[in-house]
């Protein structure tokens, strides 16, 4: 099989743990040069050493929270000044509380819509917009099935979801 994304530079949001940290692992197969942002610069440089070992291509960290749309644009037009970024991989995200919504904590809702809704936004809209730059681009918004199936006490977290899933519907219309 053709290998299409091979000196291709892959931004991925959330990328210490869970799906983030695997597609990392995952994406060394491809060569390509991998920018890493995710809040935990102590995971961050554990998985770049990890990273490094296996591979000679580029692998920068940015320990970045996307709730903090000015840290976000500081750091990105760092990034992008630097990088074209080919593939852009939004899959920050979290999850808190399983509260009935007449239970539930504000302050969780306020931290799950900020990640999972504005954090994209926040990242997106400076890498699409070196993106529009180039012939061909790719931007992959993680979501979950709780967006299309709600479960108890996951109001604002499936909201959310539902959200990032109606938002690539929308980028797609837009670009």
């Known amino acids: 099989m053709e290998n299409h994304i091979r000196n291709r530079t892959v931004l991925i949001t959330g990328a210490s743990s869970g799906f983030g940290r695997q597609l990392a692992l995952d994406l060394l197969d491809y060569e390509v040069d991998l920018i890493l942002v995710a809040r935990s610069k102590n995971r961050l440089e554990t998985l770049r050493e990890e990273l490094s070992s296996r591979t000679n291509r580029l692998v920068e960290i940015h320990a970045l929270d996307v709730r903090d749309r000015q ?14 970024v080919h593939i852009l991989v939004n899959n920050a995200g ?3 509380g ?3 919504v007449d239970q539930g904590n504000p302050d969780h809702w ?7 809704l504005k954090g994209l936004l926040y990242v997106s809209k400076p890498v699409i917009a ?5 012939e061909s681009a790719h931007v992959v918004n993680i979501g979950s099935m709780a967006g299309r199936m709600p479960y108890p006490g996951g109001n604002a977290y499936c909201a959310s979801k539902a959200a990032v899933h109606a938002l690539g519907e929308a980028m797609n219309a837009d670009l």
């Open 98 to 100: 399983l509260d009935p």
């Open 71 to 84: 840290a976000v644009e500081s750091a990105l037009s760092d990034i992008l000044s630097r990088h074209t």
């Open 110 to 116: 306020d931290i799950m819509i900020d990640t999972n």
């Open 94 to 96: 979290l999850a808190l």
């Open 130 to 134: 070196q993106m529009r730059t180039l």
